[in-house]
């Protein structure tokens, strides 16, 4: 059974900190690498992803990839109220040829 | 350019009854996807079709749910009969390349 693990939360942190999203998986032949972000009652909506070990970064969201760990985080620099939501963590596992398997999400709340 | 459309947004039904959900992709989206997602839980898969063809439909249960996409665009998903397990919310999603979903808002069952 091919797993994507995330912390429920919710995760809290003040306006301007910076948050930290976690996510281990099980399929050690996964490919590439996802980051949803979902408003309450309403659907996912991209906003990473990464294919390669290392870091990417796209304005506040740095998205981290360590393969050998199984292990993908997602940074949010400068939390604004705005990003409350719940993040979704999605793995495309190798041979799924695009299936991508979702954790359950980590909910954030952002303090002003 | 106009998104993934899906409808109805809400359908509430009593257990027994049939029902059908409608999606319209992205235009030039060969990939369509119907996910059912519980609430506090990430989406879950329930068939992806490429073009016409449904090439992963393992997860649907087929006892009771149908879909079929006629001519790779549009594409219907029916249940019947409806349990009361069945509440949920059903997202179509499409995409060009594998892992960069575009949801639509979603449908929302209620099955009492």
């Given at each position: 059974?091919?797993?994507?693990?995330?912390?429920?939360?919710?995760?809290?942190?003040?306006?301007?900190?910076?948050?930290?999203?976690?996510?281990?998986?099980?399929?050690?032949?996964?490919?590439?690498?996802?980051?949803?972000?979902?408003?309450?009652?309403?659907?996912?909506?991209?906003?990473?992803?990464?294919?390669?070990?290392?870091?990417?970064?796209?304005?506040?969201?740095?998205?981290?990839?360590?393969?050998?760990?199984?292990?993908?985080?997602?940074?949010?620099?400068?939390?604004?109220?705005?990003?409350?939501?719940?993040?979704?963590?999605?793995?495309?596992?190798?041979?799924?040829?695009?299936?991508?398997?979702?954790?359950?999400?980590?909910?954030?709340?952002?303090?002003? | 350019?106009?998104?993934?459309?899906?409808?109805?947004?809400?359908?509430?039904?009593?257990?027994?009854?049939p029902v059908a959900?409608?999606?319209?992709?992205?235009?030039?989206?060969?990939?369509?996807?119907?996910?059912?997602?519980?609430?506090?839980?990430?989406?879950?898969?329930?068939?992806?079709?490429?073009?016409?063809?449904?090439?992963?439909?393992?997860?649907?249960?087929?006892?009771?749910?149908?879909?079929?996409?006629?001519?790779?665009?549009?594409?219907?998903?029916?249940?019947?009969?409806?349990?009361?397990?069945?509440s949920a919310v059903?997202?179509?999603?499409?995409?060009?390349?594998?892992?960069?979903?575009?949801?639509?808002?979603?449908?929302?069952?209620?099955?009492?």
């Open positions: 059974q091919k797993e994507v693990e995330q912390n429920s939360g919710p995760l809290s942190v003040p306006e301007g900190a910076i948050a930290s999203l976690n996510c281990t998986y099980s399929d050690r032949g996964s490919q590439s690498f996802f980051w949803y972000r979902q408003y309450s009652g309403k659907s996912p909506e991209l906003i990473m992803f990464i294919y390669s070990n290392g870091d990417k970064e796209d304005g506040r969201f740095t998205a981290q990839l360590n393969k050998a760990s199984q292990y993908v985080s997602l940074l949010i620099r400068d939390s604004q109220p705005s990003d409350s939501a719940t993040y979704l963590c999605a793995v495309n596992p190798g041979g799924s040829q695009g299936n991508l398997i979702f954790g359950k999400g980590t909910k954030l709340s952002v303090k002003p | 350019e106009a998104g993934v459309v899906q409808s109805p947004r809400y359908k509430i039904i009593e257990k027994k009854q959900f409608w999606c319209n992709p992205i235009s030039g989206h060969n990939t369509l996807y119907w996910y059912l997602q519980n609430l506090g839980q990430g989406p879950e898969l329930l068939i992806r079709y490429e073009n016409e063809e449904a090439v992963d439909d393992s997860q649907l249960p087929k006892d009771r749910f149908s879909a079929e996409r006629l001519k790779g665009v549009d594409s219907t998903l029916k249940i019947q009969p409806a349990e009361l397990g069945d059903y997202l179509c999603a499409s995409s060009q390349g594998p892992g960069e979903l575009f949801f639509g808002e979603g449908s929302r069952l209620t099955v009492l």
